[in-house]
């Protein structure tokens, strides 16, 4: 039975806050100099100084011999070197597996082995558990330290978070500022562009008239002149807005690419007269079917062309060359010009887009043309690329397009419409009775004269209501109204003409729109007008409706 005095310092050893006194009592009472405890580290599997107790490791190999024989249960001495001392000291180790005590000088060491040795399983089970709750409370210590770290990082995380939703919240606020902004940009485009070319149908009309009353003079070709280009300027402007808002509509039909160009030249050769340059043509008439819109193809060519002339030089040259390529058609437009500068071959397509100022604008221009012939080209299934060897080199534009249905399958080839827009004819056939009516009173008066000139007899108004008081009188044969009337619109109106028709009669309406979308005319047809014409209205369009209904 173990001695109660051994086994209470033994439980005092145990307890690390009493471990220090307990080893010095122990060591005494072994009347040794010191008592050193050794436990098992267990991943390296040597002994170490326990924790609370002389952490000085000895060394030497007296003490690793020592050490060696106390993994051995029992009793082992040894004399061992010992700092501060000369000669070696003797040393008692009682071992036990993964425990050591160590006496160094002691006297009294085999009277404690009895009482010692049964006692250190026990102990060398408790400093174990204290090693793992130490090992443990080691691995809380990091485990506490990095939840406070994540901690710390959500936190960031989460103001990273807050700034970036703020951001988030900022910029689509701004994108949707912005694109209020472009939609009111789009719409203020249609909305002006649509309102000057109100006022210049009647110039253009007048210009007609004054050219049939007096005869052409200098002046007159001037005015002319400068009143169609800003007419195209507008159109222009139309275009690009119809094109950014996604309303652009083609009227395909299957056609032969061959007149669409043809009829593109004709619009482009008064700018090549006027320079004096040399146009090749090598387009064949025929064998190119195009599924397509002539109006909107040859407004692309003709735009081509009129660029080839414009960025050219006096004599200069210019060619049309369209050549069969697997599945489409590749219509080549070269001049001999002032070139693009290979950093800008791409990016004249976009709108307002120009070369430096300082190259020729002798044709003026708003950079539209390019955007809107690419766009219409690609909504042809096409495309238009732009080539130039560099400035000084002239220029190539192409435009490739998939080619249509075989010849066998067209049923619908249409014959091309006379774009001409030359001086009228001068007199019809027969002299109708005419109602006009437009709010614009210049316009209105414009193409009473014009009609009136050429020898129909026409009365105006610029209302509904007045209109129809003036047909309470007036038996007329054809109306021509325009649809954005005040009081009541021309659709209203011109059903309520009709309506008014004593006996009913034969009467011809004619829309007068600045609209030229198919949902426009077919809302005009569907309010009972027999034909809807585009301002500014063609005289000579307008007399073949007229002579239509003559015969
Ligand atoms: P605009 O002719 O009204 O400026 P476009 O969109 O038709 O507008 O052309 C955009 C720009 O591309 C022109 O300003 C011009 O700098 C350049 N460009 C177009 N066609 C040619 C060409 N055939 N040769 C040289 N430069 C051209």
New binding site residues.
Partial sequence: MPNRDVIELVAALADAGRRPAALERLAARCSAEALLVFGEEPETATLTPLCGTRSTIPTGPSWRALLMAARTPGVHRRDVTWPGRAAPVQAVAYGSPGLALVFLGPEDAPELADDLLPLLPLLAAMFRAEQRADALNGQLAVAREDAHRAENLAHSLGQVRAVLEQQANTLSEARIEAEGAIRAKDEFLAMLSHELRNPLSPIITGLHLLRMKQGPSHELMVVERQARQLMRLVDDLLDISRITRGKVRLNKVTHELGTTIARAIEMASPMLEEKHQTLDVAVPEQGFLIDGDPDRLAQVFS?LLI??A??NSRNGRVSVIAEAAPDEVVVRMR?T????APDMLDR?FTPF???SQS?ARSGG???????IAKNLVELHGGTLRAASDGLGNG?E?AVALPLGPAPALVENERKEPDVSVDAPETTPPARLRLLVVDDNEDAASLLGETLTALGHEVRTAYDGPSALQLAEQFEFDAAVLDIGLPVMDGYELAQRLRARLHPPRRVRFIALTGYAQPADVERSLAAGFDHHLVKPVRVKELQALLHAHDG
């Fill in positions: 735009n660029n080839a414009k960025y001049d010009g002032i070139g693009i004249i887009t120009q070369q190259l221009g708003l950079g539209l043309g390019l955007a220029s534009f």
